[in-house]
């Protein structure tokens, strides 16, 4: 019982990490219809400035953070610019591609810079909380928090303020947005960097608890689509839903039954909704995308 | 017959060519380039029916490239079994698992298809790294014996030792593939190919089984990826989970792409020259993948077509002021 309890637990904190990833993810796939794979990378490239501003010029955790999530929001905007915006019309898989093209460019970029080797960022909440026989560290129990807040923040954004509801006018009905003045350029730049900014802050919150290495981006960016369709194209709640679900099935999959094959399961169940629903679990209808 | 070789001068001089190159070409490592050239080529033609004739890209294809070197590995290795029985036998274990993934994964369009198959390729990847006791785990598989000597009656025996013979056994197997494909985009089956890629709903709805005809096109290809994977496996000698590798799919994607998509002569184009031009830009060996991405990023978005592409509309160009004076 114990064991399963940590398990979930450890499946709570994955799985909320992935969310975040996921809904900057979900804003732009589904959203915008841009399929960004490289956006695990970009959570990789977060990871990574956080670990040079703490390890090399040796800034504080918190500011590190700050810092890279305010840096990945611009790289965001410039992916944006450089890669998808000449490509906002053209149909098919191109767009796949040229984010494909992205994501071996950063992974490369980085591996040049950092060497391919792993690299840990310092824990600065090394305590230990025992729960009913559940250890959790205060750096695991902060993820989750982080992962909370910065959802509620995202939903006030998107609800309650002016720019944040273009971004919602714009996944409606993109001419409608257009006839009333919405710069279409500008909500997609917006939403690359709010995408690229979360994505950056749950790399930086999970780093000091795993390793970071230049390939870890492929696996979260292909975890965070798995999720995206899980969730259904766009909804919110349904990536925070498949975040969970997914940190769930690989914290209790690996724990039982097989740690090398944890990502089988994830990726395994992914083909299987599929097959059973190719629009995913909570999706709409779509159109050849 | 006058008027044929008028008109295929072309590719039957390229034909002589290519059976001449063990002649001029002697140095062990250059003809090495060439041989594994022509075996890329044979996966990129394969990634071409799927992905180019019919609109599907399947980013599985290192996976299955795999399970044909694989599946020839371990019959060959392990099993003993001669080479000329296991290299069909990997081809159609690759095309038989490509028919049951596909089963659920063609259901799907577009990016989900995309995203789908590269679950899968990481999934064999994955078995291919943790499975020791048939795979070996990531040290892979050493000692895969080469192709099994040819007796032919009255000539004597065919052995595939020398870099020659070895480049011959590739060129076949290149020409045959080449065919085949021909044959394919060629016939009734190969117009619904590619009536399914430039417009699924619009292809239904004229009576074509677009999910029997993507999942021929994708059991086909995986076919031959499986075929050149077996091969590569037979004369490379050992092979290891990295044959797998997202990064093999995206050597086929790109040899595809740069050289021209929905052509027969641009995947081979692309084979060859992209290793050819890597061979040459050896001070930029660690800048390598961040060009091949920027590359891929480029052609994308201004030369979708690649370089077939851009030699076709280059030669309406002059077709049109040919006839305008």
């Given at each position: 019982m114990e064991l399963f309890l940590q398990q979930v637990f450890n499946g709570v904190m994955l799985g909320s990490t992935y969310a975040v990833v996921a809904l900057g993810l979900t804003l732009v796939f589904g959203i915008l219809h841009v399929p960004n794979f490289a956006h695990g990378n970009?959570?990789?490239?977060?990871?990574?400035?956080?670990?040079f501003l703490i390890a090399t010029l040796g800034f504080a955790y918190w500011p590190s953070v700050a810092l890279a999530v305010i840096f990945l929001a611009l790289c965001g905007v410039l992916l944006e610019f450089l890669v998808f915006r000449p490509l906002r019309n053209v149909p098919g898989i191109a767009p796949f591609i040229a984010a494909l093209g992205a994501l071996i460019v950063l992974e490369n970029i980085v591996e040049l810079v950092w060497g391919p080797e792993g690299h840990r960022i310092p824990n600065p909440h090394p305590g230990i909380l025992d729960v009913f026989g559940i250890i959790m560290t205060q750096q695991r129990l902060l993820v989750i928090l982080v992962a909370i807040v910065a959802i509620i923040?995202?939903?006030?954004?998107?609800?309650?303020?002016?720019?944040?509801?273009?971004?919602?006018?714009?996944?409606?009905?993109?001419?409608?947005?257009?006839?009333?003045?919405?710069?279409?350029?500008?909500?997609?730049?917006?939403?690359?960097?709010?995408?690229?900014?979360?994505?950056?802050?749950?790399?930086?919150?999970?780093?000091?608890?795993?390793?970071?290495?230049?390939?870890?981006?492929?696996?979260?960016?292909?975890?965070?689509?798995?999720?995206?369709?899980?969730?259904?194209?766009?909804?919110?709640?349904?990536?925070?839903?498949?975040?969970?679900?997914?940190?769930?099935?690989?914290?209790?999959?690996?724990?039982?039954?097989?740690?090398?094959?944890?990502?089988?399961?994830?990726?395994?169940?992914?083909?299987?909704?599929?097959?059973?629903?190719?629009?995913?679990?909570?999706?709409?209808?779509?159109?050849?995308? | 017959m006058m008027t044929w070789l008028?008109?295929?001068?072309?590719?039957?001089?390229?034909?002589?060519?290519?059976?001449?190159?063990?002649?001029?070409?002697?140095?062990?490592?250059?003809?090495?380039?060439i041989t594994m050239s022509c075996l890329f080529a044979i996966g990129a033609?394969?990634?071409?029916?799927?992905?180019?004739?019919?609109?599907?890209?399947?980013?599985?294809?290192?996976?299955?490239?795999?399970?044909?070197?694989?599946?020839?590995?371990?019959?060959?290795?392990?099993?003993?079994?001669?080479?000329?029985?296991?290299?069909?036998?990997?081809?159609?274990?690759?095309?038989?698992?490509?028919?049951?993934?596909?089963?659920?994964?063609?259901?799907?369009?577009?990016?989900?298809?995309?995203?789908?198959t590269m679950c899968l390729g990481e999934i064999i990847h994955l078995i291919a790294g943790n499975w020791m006791e048939v795979t070996g785990g990531h040290n892979g598989i050493v000692g895969i014996p080469l192709p099994s000597p040819i007796t032919i009656p009255g000539v004597g025996q065919l052995t595939f030792q020398s870099q020659a013979a070895q480049y011959y056994l590739v060129l076949f197997f290149l020409l045959l593939t080449l065919f085949v494909m021909y044959r394919v985009v060629?016939?009734?089956r190969g117009r619904t190919f590619l009536a399914t890629a430039i417009n699924e709903d619009l292809a239904e709805a004229v009576g074509i089984n677009t999910f029997r005809t993507k999942l021929l096109s994708f059991v086909v290809g995986n076919f031959f990826a499986g075929l050149a994977g077996g091969i590569y496996a037979s004369l490379i000698g050992s092979i290891s989970p990295s044959v797998a590798s997202i990064a093999m799919t995206f050597n086929f994607l790109m040899y595809v792409l740069l050289g021209g998509v929905t052509t027969l002569a641009g995947p081979i184009i692309g084979a060859f020259v992209m290793p050819i031009l890597m061979e040459n830009l050896q001070a930029l060996k660690q800048f390598q993948m961040i060009i091949y991405g920027v590359l891929l990023i480029v052609v994308i978005i201004y030369f979708p077509r690649g370089f077939m592409g851009g030699y076709a509309s280059l030669r309406d160009k002059l077709k049109k002021k040919k006839v305008g004076a």
């Open positions: 970009m959570y990789m490239l977060g990871a990574y400035v956080c670990f923040l995202l939903q006030l954004f998107i609800k309650k303020t002016t720019l944040g509801s273009t971004i919602e006018a714009v996944a409606q009905n993109k001419e409608g947005a257009t006839l009333v003045g919405i710069n279409v350029n500008r909500v997609s730049a917006l939403t690359f960097a709010i995408a690229s900014g979360l994505a950056a802050l749950a790399a930086c919150v999970i780093a000091p608890i795993f390793m970071i290495s230049p390939s870890m981006g492929a696996m979260v960016g292909m975890k965070s689509f798995v999720i995206v369709i899980l969730g259904g194209l766009g909804s919110i709640p349904g990536a925070i839903a498949g975040g969970l679900i997914l940190g769930l099935i690989e914290a209790i999959g690996g724990g039982y039954l097989s740690a090398a094959y944890k990502d089988v399961f994830g990726f395994g169940a992914l083909v299987l909704i599929l097959a059973i629903k190719p629009t995913g679990l909570f999706g709409k209808e779509i159109k050849g995308r | 008028r008109n295929n001068w072309f590719y039957l001089l390229v034909l002589v060519v290519a059976l001449l190159v063990p002649l001029f070409i002697t140095n062990r490592y250059h003809s090495q380039v033609l394969s990634l071409n029916l799927i992905l180019g004739y019919t609109g599907q890209a399947s980013l599985a294809h290192g996976g299955f490239f795999a399970i044909g070197a694989y599946g020839v590995a371990i019959l060959t290795h392990t099993y003993g079994w001669n080479f000329w029985i296991a290299l069909p036998a990997g081809a159609l274990l690759s095309a038989l698992i490509g028919f049951l993934v596909g089963m659920p994964a063609l259901r799907t369009r577009g990016s989900y298809f995309a995203i789908a060629n016939s009734l």
